[in-house]
């Protein structure tokens, strides 16, 4: 268990996500306490909670030089040292930082509770009073009885952005990555006094995260009809949590099915397990805690930073959170950097020792100056994704192509031949149709690509080797030029599956399960996956059409390479459908596969 949770704080750190803690040194520019803060939480704030945080002051910081602050927590497993260099590199530059664990991991105490806004945002809370210079939160002791000093360094606001005066107000920016970018949508939903927020690599909607359904999507994300659940990154989860249970020295340990978690979290996994799917309650449950049920409470300037290669939260979630922000108004611009959960990011990208030549880390700190410290430079694009495709050497910017509107490229379709071919223009498409039989008690249709554990017991594969049987394929002729893709693939499909068509009324258990996916196919006939990436769909309706979201790509398909869509039975990440289906997708004008086309 202990190599789980080392391979997920791993995945992070190569995404740039999670910071070594670094040693302190005596020519520091800043100070460094640790302290224990007591916090109230939950619906009625009738449960108490000691949260560890390092609070980091510049010396040239006074009541009558005030500063800036960013509060900051780990991502899931983690605690308050992964933020160590980030936090040391902020306080150099005249930031106050409160770097804490958040609840349930790294010596705070409570139980996780996926950063709902109900605890996880009212302790959030909480520790942005203490930055304003309220007392009676902070204690040099876990057992609250020895209190620290008030703090009284931090810039204040003369009102909220209700418009509220608050003495206790402070100007004040979050940062975080993955568990700890949701905490950020979290504090700022009930606390007005946050002023600037940067989540990196987080969900939209929770439900999505861990039972991604990629059609039937009513808002954003969220689909009335629940997915494919995805085992190895809850059970990735599960382990961390009994791990963080361990590390708190909760011993014993709770009882089982639910180690340190709230209540709902593991019975919820072990329904996805049964069943491959989460019951409504459990959805409602994980999307009270995602910022898709609360974002109209969110508006504050936000610049969210989301990964191409991310398994867990995919460019999808940002891009959902991106368009409820813009719609309501909300300052918001979006960056997709090449790392995330389940890949490495570039060199150049994220360096937070110096962040200015890393591209990304200078885009975080570009925004808390302007949004923080009220400068007049620039933030950025509007949106800005990172190809590589392009060679560059040092700072990542010239990867990185920028946009002044969101989505981009140009739409350029493709129809199923029944030949197997993916064909454009106006002749008529081929007749034909290919067929498969959907696996048993949702086991997979390939073993070669794990998510989670296959990036720790050797390097992530991509290859496509669905077998025979188990999946359907159409594929372009051998490109005479590059087709770069930035954006969501499209596919609209109907499928014949008559069995599915008598069940699929009586419950979820008896709808179609399918997989699809967009794969690059070299010359020598290798066809690999883009990023892990395939899109689970549960079809509410057999006899209907459907389209399908597949997670966003940026790619490009190589000159004499093909683009293939992929429509599978099954999946070594996800639970499929329970019961073995025979499916026949037949070729038609309406059966087609959309990309977004870039320069």
Known sequence: MKHVTTALAALLASAGLLVPASPAHAADPFTTTTLHFKVAVGPTGSTACDVVGDVYVPAAASSASRVPAVLTTNGFGGSKDDQATFARTLASRGYVVLSYSGLGFGGSSCVITLDDPDYDGKAASQLVSYLGGRGG?????????????????????????????????????????????????AVASVDARVDAIVPLITWNDLSYSLDPNNTAQATGVSSATPGAAKLLWALGFSVTGVLGELQNQQVPPDALPCPNFAAFVCPALVTAGATGFLLPSQVASLRHASVASYVGRVRVPTLLIQGERDTLFNLNEATATYRALQAQGTETKMIWMLGGHSGDGAPGEVTWADPASGYVSGRVLGWFERYLRGGTGSTGPEFAYFRDWVSYAGNAAPAYATSTSFPVGVRRTWRLSGKGDLVTGLTPTAAGSQSLVTTAAGLPTRLDEMDVFGSYFGPVGSLVTDLPGTAVGWS???????????????????????????????????????????????????????????????????????TVQVPAIVHEFAAGHRIRLVVAGGSVNYRGGLAPTPVTIASGSAQTLSLPVVP
């Open 476 to 546: 372009t002729p051998a490109l005479t030029a590059p087709v770069r893709v930035a954006g969501s693939p499209t596919v609209t499909l109907r499928v014949g599956a008559p069995s599915a068509a008598l069940t699929q009324a009586t419950c979820p258990a008896g709808q179609l399960v399918l997989f699809v996916k967009v794969a690059d196919v070299a010359p020598d006939g290798t066809a690999r996956l883009i990023n892990g990436l395939e899109a689970p769909v549960r079809i509410p309706d057999v006899t209907k059409a459907f």
């Open 137 to 185: 939160i902070a204690f040099l002791d876990k057992e609250h009885t020895q209190p620290a000093p008030v703090l009284d360094v931090v810039q204040k606001d003369a009102h909220d952005h209700k418009g509220v005066a608050r003495t206790d107000d402070p100007r004040v920016g979050t940062f975080g990555g993955s568990y700890g970018g949701g905490f950020q949508f």
